[in-house]
């Protein structure tokens, strides 16, 4: 059951603003997710001013949802790993606000066991048997940058605790393996079964790139065969916004709020241009 959160705000002391930081999608369908999960944030924690800003793509963005507030704000990345966003655009965002704001930035929500409770879930409700032995495909965006894989390679070991079975990372972009192969590997070593997890946060480009994997001929990569597509694997949908993700979110904020994340989007260093950071 949802519990609200009490705020511990000292008496006369406003606080800080929650700045859901999402990627951004051209699907409706994406958007839509992002908004309720920033509902079930609000139903936890209805003391604060929870606003949404977007990377990319979608209105508002992060700078403009930044240039509309004053005092303080923390912003929590709607991300599951520490990329290019969160090393880069998020902390140019926040250097570029304003004086009159003052911003803290929570690491990612990944990886985490909280994570790993709604990604079991989503399995569940896409048919995956409860206890079941069977080998999961954590099937996440991908990135070239190592720690954004550590971060899903973690992830993986974080889920198979959860689930008592084998979790094996794949990529729908950037360096392999991709799902359908992961996928395929699986069956090769003689496993029934196997479901597919979907890492990302909501509906759009990468969660239909992951449906359309499975399906897709793989070539092996030793004999150079095609083998056919696994259109009869569960893939489990999006976290979206699942309960489990909106409390995620609310440790987050206070954590960082605490001043406890000592992450790099946390500083208000100057950002140059072309949105390097720069150094002293």
């Not at 003391?47 to 004053?70: F, K, M």
Request: hydrophobic letters at 45%.
């Amino acid at each position: 059951m949802t519990t609200a959160v009490v705020s511990t705000t000292a008496v006369g002391r406003r606080a800080p603003a929650l700045v859901l930081v999402a990627h951004g999608t051209r699907s409706p369908a994406g958007i839509a997710v992002t908004e309720a999960l920033a509902g079930r944030v609000r139903a936890l924690r209805p003391d604060l001013a929870v606003r949404v800003g977007y990377l990319g793509l979608v209105a508002p963005s992060l700078d403009e949802v930044l240039a509309g507030l004053r005092g303080e704000a923390v912003l929590v990345p709607l991300l599951l790993g520490t990329g290019h966003h969160v090393r880069v655009d998020i902390p140019a965002a926040v250097a570029s606000a304003g004086p009159g704001l003052q911003c803290r930035t929570a690491p990612a929500l990944g990886p985490h066991p909280l994570l790993a409770e709604a990604l079991a879930d989503r399995l569940a409700e896409a048919g995956r048997e409860a206890r079941s032995p069977a080998p999961v495909v954590l099937a996440a965006a991908g990135s070239s940058d190592p720690a954004a894989r550590a971060d899903t390679t973690r992830m993986a070991r974080l889920l198979a605790l959860r689930m008592g079975a084998r979790v094996v990372p794949s990529y729908v972009s950037g360096a392999g393996p991709r799902p359908a192969e992961a996928v395929a590997e699986l069956r090769a070593e003689g496993h029934e079964g196997v479901s597919v997890a979907t890492y990302l946060t909501a509906p759009g480009h990468f969660s239909e790139s992951v449906r359309e994997s499975v399906r897709e001929p793989v070539r092996d990569s030793v004999c150079g065969s095609v083998r056919r597509g696994v259109s009869d694997v569960l893939v489990s949908r999006p976290l979206g916004p699942h309960d489990a993700v909106a409390r995620l979110v609310v440790r987050r904020y206070q954590q960082a709020g605490a001043g406890g994340c000592g992450h790099p989007g946390t500083s208000r260093t100057p950002v140059t241009s072309v949105g390097r950071i720069r150094t002293a």
